[in-house]
């Protein structure tokens, strides 16, 4: 059973397992340095479908089949499946995972939902609610731009605080299956406004709710940064990184030794241009279950704290002139099990 710490910290006593992950990417993440750990790469973005839309289904589709075929399972072996992605009503989602027949619970935290999903399929499997739960997410480019910001044919400049949202998906199995990745505890963050209002400067907004989450799970456990071997925020990119440990210092808290970001690690920011770095949530969702799962399971990392952050706007409150709150839900990732 669970433990609650504090009012957003529980720890998983019973330290579910990941039993499965997968995680597949797109053609300019096949260039970056991580491309060895992924999967499946696309080679063409499109995927073979219609719209960039349907493409990003089919990702989904071919994450959740991937982690299913390595953990030896199928769909009815799944109790519940967490998901979401970027687009308007999770279309990515609904009409990727449609036809797998598992009991759904769609999920909107924009780039922080490998995070949510995760936290949510954890405590259903340390409650005995769920034997296995499938937590996973995913981002589209061209669908994102397009949604957000503006059609590729527009030809839009981009900014020097913008990042690119990575094209991938991530997708993990929680069960208890005695061997790691475990899964020990979580913390579901607060919504946090700056007031920051520029669109093409997510890590910003996103930055003040990483500290806030973060400075709350080091308090309700009693642990410092270097405790961890890790601490992977999803998608902060470079400013946001920068801010998130300007932040946490004036609490004095450092976490510049342990601290690195999916959205800087998938891309090499000085060969791809990609301005800030990686955004989205296939970006944390594809690191984590293509890179950092591995790393944990071989006991290269014993103690990750993953991070997953998200910016809760939309197109029209944008345009509107609201400011752009942010979310960040925390995971605790381990090589034992408590």
């Given amino acids: ?78 109790d519940f499946v967490f998901a979401g992605d970027l687009l308007n009503q999770c279309v990515g989602t609904h009409y990727g995972l449609r036809e797998l027949g598992i009991p759904f619970l769609g999920l909107y935290g924009a780039c922080s939902t490998m995070a949510e999903s995760l936290c949510l399929a954890s405590i259903f499997t340390d409650n005995g609610l769920a034997e296995k739960a499938m937590a996973m997410t995913s981002s589209h480019f061209c669908a994102s731009e397009r949604q957000f910001r503006f059609p590729l044919e527009y030809g839009g400049q981009r900014t020097p605080t913008a990042q690119w ?32 209002t520029d669109i093409n400067n997510m890590g910003a907004a996103m930055a003040p709710a990483a500290a806030d989450t973060l400075k709350t799970f080091l308090n309700a456990t009693g642990t410092a940064p270097t405790d961890y071997d890790l601490i992977l925020t999803g998608d902060l990119g470079k400013v946001g990184s920068e801010l998130l440990c300007e932040l ?16 800087l690690l998938i891309y090499d920011l000085k060969s791809q241009d990609v301005h800030a770095g990686g955004s989205g949530c296939g970006c944390g969702a594809s690191v984590l279950c293509g890179y ?33 709150p942010g979310i960040a839900h925390l995971v605790h990732l381990s090589d034992t099990p408590w």
């Avoid at 009012?7 to 797109?26: C, E, F, M, N, Q």
């Avoid at 997953?308 to 400011?323: C, D, K, R």
């Fill in 248 to 263: 946490l210092e004036k609490e004095n808290i450092e976490i510049r030794s342990v601290h690195n970001d999916c959205g």
């Fill in 1 to 78: 059973m669970s433990q609650k710490i504090n009012r957003s910290t529980l720890k998983l006593s019973s330290s579910p397992s990941l039993i499965s992950y997968a995680a597949v990417a797109g053609k300019k993440e096949s260039e970056g340095p991580l491309a060895s750990y992924f999967d499946i790469l696309y080679q063409d973005n499109g995927i073979g479908q219609e719209t960039w839309e349907k493409a990003e289904s089919m990702m989904q589709k071919d994450v959740s089949a991937k982690a299913l075929d390595k953990g030896n399972l199928s769909a009815g072996d799944i």
């Fill in 292 to 324: 950092v799962l591995d790393k944990i399971k071989q006991g290269v990392y014993h103690d990750v704290l993953f991070m997953a952050t998200g910016a809760l706007m939309s197109p029209l409150t944008v345009q509107q002139g609201e400011t752009i």
């Fill in 165 to 196: 949202t990575v094209t991938g998906a991530g997708c993990t199995i929680v069960g208890h299956s005695g061997t790691p990745p475990y899964v020990k505890g979580v913390s579901i963050g607060k919504i946090t406004d700056f007031g920051i």
